[in-house]
């Protein structure tokens, strides 16, 4: 599959190592410039160039959005209608500026997100710490394999992140429609960076 991943920091050069790791063709782009991400993506197994924003947007099947929520009204978001997003973005009031409808929790990042692109987004990999993906892949069925909550409204996205999840180790567990089932795995809930089997985790979801 092309995978596109605008946002080259913790979590975009960690999924970038993955997706490519099993034979995706990986694009990923930060805010300063390909040539900044020469080195990254040198140390990378497998299929992966360094490109603009536009271009990873335009080039992914699928397009991981991975920056600071408050900088996601600098990319090519036009570029991104109906295709699958994987949104990673958390709200972080300090470090990306207030947002009213956020803070009285009217509405959440991801449908902010979704509403500014108009595409299939999915949210996922927000709620597990950078060095947990890069370190916890576990082969199915292993008992120490962690489950990653997914939240999202249209079923063939959600069908399509779960199964990225899957192949690089994780148990993808549903949490539901991405207003509703996406506020269950936010910072500041009981499952937020918790380190939970799908068996756990679904628990946990269930029981908000
Ligand atoms: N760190 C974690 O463990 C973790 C876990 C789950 C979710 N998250 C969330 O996931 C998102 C990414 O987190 P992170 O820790 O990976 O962030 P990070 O390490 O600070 O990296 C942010 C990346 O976004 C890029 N970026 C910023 N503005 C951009 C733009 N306009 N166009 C293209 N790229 C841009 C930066 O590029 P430059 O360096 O070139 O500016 C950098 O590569 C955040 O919303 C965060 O809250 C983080």
Same mark, same amino acid.
């Given at each position: 599959?092309?995978?596109?991943?605008?946002g080259?920091?913790? &979590?975009?050069?960690?999924?970038?190592?993955?997706?490519?790791? &099993?034979?995706?063709?990986? !694009?990923?782009?930060?805010?300063?410039?390909?040539?900044?991400?020469?080195?990254? !993506?040198?140390?990378?197994?497998?299929? =992966?160039?360094?490109?603009?924003?536009? @271009?990873?947007?335009?080039?992914?099947?699928? =397009? #991981?959005?991975s920056? %600071?929520?408050g900088r !996601?009204?600098?990319?090519p978001?036009? @570029?991104?209608?109906? /295709?699958?997003?994987v949104?990673?973005?958390?709200?972080?009031?300090?470090?990306?500026?207030?947002?009213?409808?956020?803070?009285?929790d009217?509405t959440?990042?991801?449908?902010? !997100?979704?509403?500014?692109?108009?595409?299939?987004?999915? /949210?996922?990999?927000?709620?597990?710490?950078?060095?947990?993906?890069?370190d916890r892949?576990? %082969?199915?069925g292993?008992?120490?394999?962690l489950?990653?909550?997914?939240s999202?409204?249209?079923?063939?996205?959600v069908?399509? #992140?779960?199964?990225? &999840?899957?192949?690089?180790?994780?148990?993808?567990?549903n949490?539901?429609?991405l207003?509703?089932g996406?506020?269950?795995h936010?910072?500041?809930?009981?499952?937020?960076?918790?380190?939970?089997?799908?068996?756990?985790?679904?628990?946990?979801?269930?029981?908000l």
């Amino acid at each position: 599959m092309r995978i596109g991943i605008i946002g080259a920091g913790h &979590i975009g050069s960690t999924l970038a190592r993955h997706f490519a790791g &099993i034979g995706h063709e990986v !694009v990923i782009a930060n805010s300063r410039g390909p040539e900044t991400l020469a080195e990254l !993506v040198d140390g990378i197994e497998g299929s =992966v160039r360094a490109v603009g924003a536009g @271009e990873a947007a335009w080039f992914g099947q699928v =397009v #991981v959005v991975s920056v %600071p929520y408050g900088r !996601v009204g600098e990319l090519p978001l036009g @570029e991104l209608r109906d /295709k699958v997003v994987v949104d990673t973005c958390n709200y972080s009031p300090e470090r990306d500026g207030h947002e009213p409808d956020l803070d009285d929790d009217s509405t959440t990042s991801s449908e902010k !997100v979704r509403a500014r692109t108009h595409s299939n987004l999915v /949210k996922a990999f927000n709620a597990i710490r950078w060095d947990v993906l890069r370190d916890r892949g576990r %082969p199915k069925g292993a008992p120490d394999r962690l489950g990653i909550p997914l939240s999202g409204d249209d079923e063939e996205a959600v069908a399509v #992140v779960a199964g990225l &999840i899957r192949d690089i180790g994780f148990d993808p567990v549903n949490a539901g429609h991405l207003g509703g089932g996406g506020r269950k795995h936010q910072p500041g809930t009981d499952v937020y960076t918790a380190e939970l089997t799908a068996h756990e985790l679904d628990a946990r979801l269930h029981a908000l």
